[in-house]
Structure formats: C-alpha cells, structure tokens
C-alpha cells in the first residue's frame, strides 16, 4: 500500500526515481532542480540506490553522459532548469533522434535575460520541438506519479523515447504537500526492468549516430515524428493501467466545470489549482466559467483539447513564455492551430501571465475572463497582452 | 608503485612480425588520399582490439566511416555531437559500471575509447574532456590533432601551429599566417594528474600500437595525442604522409613520449636533428615563411624540446622500438 506522507516533492520525485532502480544518473546543480538530483546522490551514497552518479560539468555534458548510458543499455535519469536546459538542449535533439528512453524532470524556470530563477514555462516551451514526450505536473502527486509514468512509457518498446516530466519550479519543486508514495513492490509491479532493444554491446556490434545524408534525412525525421504520434495509445495505455493499479486516472487534458460552460481557461501546470478556485469563485457568482488543462504536452493532445473547448464562446489562453512577435505564446499559437483546423472560432486571447515568478492570484483569473469576454462583445481584433505589466 | 605502472608490470609490446589480423575499423571507408588520420586510427583500433564501444567527436573520422547506410565499425561505435565525446563515454563507462555492478551484464573487460580531432578536443571538447578525465572514468581517449578543422574546410584551431596557413589564418600583408603557439593538450592532460599520457605518430606504428594497449590496460583516464598528417589541408602530396609524420619526430617538432604516473618518459631520442626549415618545406601551408620567421620556429622548437627533457629528467632516452626504424 502507498503511505501518505508530507514531504517536499523534490524529494519525493527523488525517492521515486530510486524505486524504479535507475542505473545511472548525470546532473549538474541549477536552481531549482538541485533537491531532485541532491537527493538522488544521498541515496547512492548511502547505499540505498545501487547506481552511478555522474556529476557531471556541464549540463551539456550530464545529456551528453546520459546518451551514452542509455545507448549502453541502462535505465538513466537527469533533471534540470532554465539556462541548463538552453544549454544541454543540443543533445536532448539528438537523444530523441537515436530513440534513448532518458527520463527527465524539468523544475520549470524562466530563461535569462534577466537573469531570473524564478518559475515560468520558457523552458518548456524551448524543448517543445525537441522530439520528447512530455507531461506537465499539477501538483507534488501528479509529479512522482507522472515521473514512475515516463519510464514505463519511455522504455516501452513501442515508444522508445525520452520523456521530461514538468514540475513548475519552486511552486512545485520546493513545496511540502501531502502525497501517496508508493511501495517498492508497488512500484516494480508497474514498472518492469529495462530491457533494451539495441545496445552498445561488443558481442553486437552497432554503428549509432551515423552520417544521414539528403536521401535519408527527411525519411529520419518523418519516422521520428510518426514514433512521437504513435507514442499517444501507448501513453494512454500506462495511464489506465496507472489507474488501475493506483486508483489515480490521469488524462491528457483535464477539465473542470466545463459542462455549459461558455468561457473557458487554459492553463498548464500548478497555475492551474489557482485558476480551479477562481472558476469555483465565478460559478457561485452566477457565470458560465470553466478551465481546460493540458497535462500531455508532446504528443499534442489535439483531439482532446478540441473536444474539451468546442462549444465555448471564448477562450482565455494563460502562456506562461513569450513568442516574441509571434502573434501569441506558443501555447495559444498551438491552440489556434488546432481550433481552425477542427473548425471551431471561438473568441481567444492570450494572457502572458506568471513570468519570472509572478504571482497569478484568483482575482487575477477573474480578471481575464471578464476581459477576454468584454473584448469579443465588443467585437475586437483578437491578440495578447502581458497580464498586469506596467507601461 | 603507481596505477599504471601496477596496471604494466606484466605488458608486453607488439612486434610487425605478430601484429593482432583483426581491423575494427574496416578498409572501404571515405578518407582522403594520404590520410595520416585514418591510418593511426586504425591502429589504435588493432591495438585495443574488438572488445570495445567507441564514441566518437563530430568531425572527419565521424564522417568518412558512418554514411549510412554503411558503416566501417566492426565495433560499437556512438556519434553524437562536436564537442561531448568525452562526456558520451563517461555515461558509457558508467552504465557499464553499474550494470555490471547489478549482475545486469557481464562485460567486466570492455574498453571505451573516445576521440576527437583538435578542435573537438582542444577547443570546443576540452570541458567535457577535462570533465571525464577529472572524474576518473576508466577511458581511452584519443586526440587526432591535423592541426585545423580539416572537415569543414582547414579553418585554425588552437592546435594550428605558428605561422601555418589555414582558411582563417591567411597570410597577408599584415599576417604571417597563425598568430598564436600551438596549445600544448597533453601537459594539459598529465595537469589532470591521470596515470596515462603519451603521444604518438603513425610513422611509428609499433610505438603508437603499444602506447594505445598500455592506454587501454591502465585503469582510469589515458590520453593519447595523435599526430595526424592531413595532405589536404597541409598542402602536401598524398604519399609524403609518413616522410612528413618521420620529418616531425626527427626535427623535434612531434617528440614521442609517455607520461606514466606523473613521470614523464622520452620514448625516442633524436641523436641528429634535423633542422626544421626540412619539415616546414615539406608543406605549402608554410611556404609563405620567411628566413627569419623559420629561424624563430626553430627556437621555440629547441626551447620546447629542452623543457621536454628536463620533464624527463634526463638526456637519455630508451633506444626506440627496433621495428619502427
């Protein structure tokens, strides 16, 4: 049986990581990710998780060190933020292009500059077209959950792709919060050893990483992108069995109060406990307000979210990262895609909120609704704004 | 006793009459006419034998044997980017450490030798080999130094000699070629204090294949710096390869030597010098060099030569392997 505990999430994703019995870990220390992998090191030290801890001097080198475990054949772990992911964003690229099941936990941070250590989703957004499975956590259960997830699905041989799990830094990263920890049996009972399917073995030779040249680049890339896709069922598949296991369902989008709901928000990530009051708040007062959240970010859920917000009138999407001169953030850009090619106009704005670690308050949801709805009765151009910045 | 000399008590060197029949890097692949690069490589790989994962840096030796859909490895081989070799073989080791560890593999003899050329090594790579050789991971790793980024087109690199010309060290009128001294990687490795660091030339091939095995058998980092003559990018003809690598040696511009436990160690002496201007003129890509300029080359030669023996703490050196004469 799981035991409820308190405990800070960075270590209870830590704890769960050595109950998959990880092989080796590469990490360099970046705020706010340093609890994770500090506590990863105290287990190796004490003996309690047989492993090799790497660390590494760069985060260039801990994905570097973690391609080289993987492709070698042993289940590998990492974690980072912000300016150490833009960095080791090199060769999380190619780690998804030689198909390693590396698991990550991003403790999300906004990138320089302004040098900032605080939490926003630019580092999310800057791994988005990297080829990884990602989830984005909600809160401290969600993040051990979501972790004990990726490796199942990672290392499934129908997928075979690294996954980053998000954990919004400090927020999520540094708060205490009552959780369900699993058993080890519990967890071996979910999670099987690693069994590779191609590995760097004298006994059978393999050349990986080759030269791919304009004949075969654009196969390599399809193929790729046609394993991310077809990753989807199988995401699915490890939930159900999550769920029944745990008694947890996980979904790729989750909604609430959305039935008859005619303003929407979207969110991401612990932004959205926040938002769930707000609705809470508007719904008592008499409107018509609910909130959609993404929890699968890569593969896109596209089918899910077009089915969670048809029928709305207008949507109020939060980015938590700028696309500079974009038009909107890079979440509302991809919700826009979805929605014209599902057919579906409701009214969207978008509400940079959150950057660097500013507070989104449940007012401040409110907020947006009633403006995202007074724009679209007055019939205004559709666009963005940073939430609450001053002139 | 120190690592390696423990880890060699027992070594025994190769002889031209007994070399191992096994090439894990196959013939067939796409290196150019003369390449000394590829030639050393391959020895290196006899030398260690098949009992090997390999990781290789971006760069020529990446390029002219993995166009897929071919491959010249017979061996394990992991490409992954320019710069982090050296951290792709640390996570190899460590796998195979753990796994190993965990009873998950039982490979407790597999190799893992990285390489890279100058610029993966000496410039971008040189992080993440400091890194792996600070750590401690039971490597081989080996620089094939041609003295520029040949791959993409002979740019300098911080192992471009003095005065060579290179695509982005032009001579001119107000440039004499490269500006700067070569960097000096292997006093960099031993300031690593790891147990192994020698250099080699493929005009010596029994010296280079029994540094590379002494490389391999020693626990812990080893480096090898390799003398990699490149006639593309060196402006010399594809069969004066080993005359050029021999001219280095003999000149004192590449001295062979090992660095075992800290203890430096000449591994050929050069009893008649030749003068360098010998070497230089053997390449176009020094041809621009004046009287004066060469006479300077040559006593920063000399100047390094005595530091060198000095660091081996004596004038003698042990007669060379009888083979590679």
């Known amino acids: 049986m799981s035991k409820r505990v308190g405990m800070e999430v960075s270590i209870a994703a830590a704890e769960v990581v050595g109950m998959t019995n990880v092989d080796v870990i590469a990490a360099y220390p970046i705020t706010p990710q340093t609890h994770i992998v500090e506590h990863l090191s105290e287990l190796v030290a004490d003996g309690q998780l047989d492993a090799e801890f790497v660390p590494v001097e760069s985060e260039h080198s801990a994905m570097s060190t973690c391609v080289g475990s993987s492709a070698a054949g042993a289940r590998t772990f990492t974690s980072t933020s912000s300016q150490g992911y833009a960095l080791m964003s090199e060769i999380c690229y190619i780690a998804a292009a030689l198909r390693l099941p590396i698991v990550m936990a991003v403790a999300n941070r906004a990138i320089s500059g302004p040098i900032n250590i605080w939490n926003d989703h630019a580092d999310m957004m800057m791994s988005r077209d990297t080829g990884w499975v990602q989830t984005v956590a909600e809160n401290g259960q969600e993040v051990i959950d979501l972790l004990l997830h990726a490796f199942r699905v990672a290392e499934d041989h129908r997928v075979l792709l690294p996954t980053i799990v998000n954990l919004d830094g400090f927020t999520l990263s540094h708060m205490i919060e009552p959780m369900f920890l699993p058993e080890q049996a519990e967890v071996d009972r979910y999670l099987p050893p690693y069994v590779p399917k191609l590995r760097l073995d004298p006994a059978k030779p393999i050349t990986m990483g080759p030269v791919g040249m304009p004949d075969v680049y654009t196969e390599a890339r399809k193929a790729q992108d046609e394993a991310l896709k077809a990753s989807k069922p199988v995401i699915l598949e490890a939930w159900k069995e999550f769920a029944d296991q745990f008694g947890r369902q996980y979904h790729p989008v989750e909604t609430y109060q959305t039935e008859g709901a005619e303003h929407l928000l979207l969110t991401m990530g612990s932004i959205s406990e926040t938002a769930m009051t707000a609705v809470d708040a508007m719904r008592a007062a008499g409107k018509k307000v609910g909130l959609a959240r993404i929890r699968l970010w890569r593969p896109f859920p596209a089918d899910e979210l077009l089915a969670a917000v048809r029928g709305a009138k207008t949507l109020s999407v939060i980015d938590r990262a700028p696309a500079f001169s974009g038009g909107c953030g890079p979440v509302c850009c991809e919700v826009k895609s979805m929605l014209f090619d599902g057919g579906c106009s409701p009214y969207v704005w978008n509400y940079l909120a959150g950057l660097g670690g500013r507070d989104v308050t449940v007012e401040d949801f409110a907020d947006m609704v009633a403006k995202t709805s007074a724009c679209a009765d007055r019939g205004e151009p559709m666009g963005y704004e940073f939430l609450n910045a001053r002139e | ?325």
């Not at chain 2, 010309?165 to 070629?177: A, D, H, L, V, Y």
């Not at chain 2, 490795?189 to 010296?207: G, K, L, Q």
């Not at chain 2, 920063?300 to 050196?317: M, P, Q």
């Open chain 2, 1 to 325: 006793m120190g690592i390696a000399a423990e880890a060699l008590k027992d070594f025994k060197g190769f002889s031209l009459k007994k070399l191992p029949v096994e090439e894990p890097l196959s013939p067939g692949h796409r290196a150019c006419q003369g390449c000394g690069e590829v030639l050393a490589l391959r020895l290196i790989m006899k030398a260690i034998g098949s009992n090997v994962v390999v990781c290789s840096a971006t760069g020529c030796m990446e390029i002219i044997t993995s166009p897929y859909p071919q491959t010249a490895w017979r061996v394990p081989w992991l490409h992954v980017a320019f710069e982090n070799a050296a951290a792709v073989v640390s996570g190899v080791e460590a796998a195979y450490k753990a796994m190993n560890r965990k009873g998950i593999i039982d490979s407790p003899d597999t190799v893992f030798f990285a390489y890279g050329g100058d610029g993966g090594t000496m410039d971008i790579g040189l992080q993440a080999l400091s890194g792996a050789m600070e750590r401690g991971h039971n490597f081989v790793y080996a620089c094939l130094d041609n003295e520029a980024y040949m791959n993409t087109g002979i740019q300098r690199s911080s192992g471009t000699p003095y005065g060579a010309m290179t695509t982005t060290s032009p001579p001119g009128k107000k440039s004499i070629g490269q500006g700067t001294q070569k960097k000096n990687l292997p006093a960099i490795a031993v300031a690593h204090a790891i147990p192994y660091v020698a250099t080699v030339s493929p005009a010596f091939p029994v010296d280079l294949m029994n540094k590379a095995k002494k490389a391999a058998m020693i626990p812990g980092p080893a480096y090898l710096h390799v003398y990699s003559v490149c006639p593309t990018g060196w402006r010399h003809a594809a069969d004066q390869t080993i005359q050029v690598a021999k001219l280095a040696v003999d000149s004192k511009v590449f001295p062979l030597y090992e660095v075992i436990d800290g203890e430096y160690k000449l591994s050929r002496k050069v009893a008649k010098p030749k003068p360098v201007a010998d070497y230089l003129k053997a390449q176009r890509r020094f041809r621009h060099l004046t009287e004066s300029e060469v006479a300077k080359i040559q006593a920063k030669v000399d100047a390094d030569w005595d530091t060198l023996v000095k660091r081996c703490g004596a004038e003698e050196a042990p007669a060379p392997a009888k083979e590679d004469e």
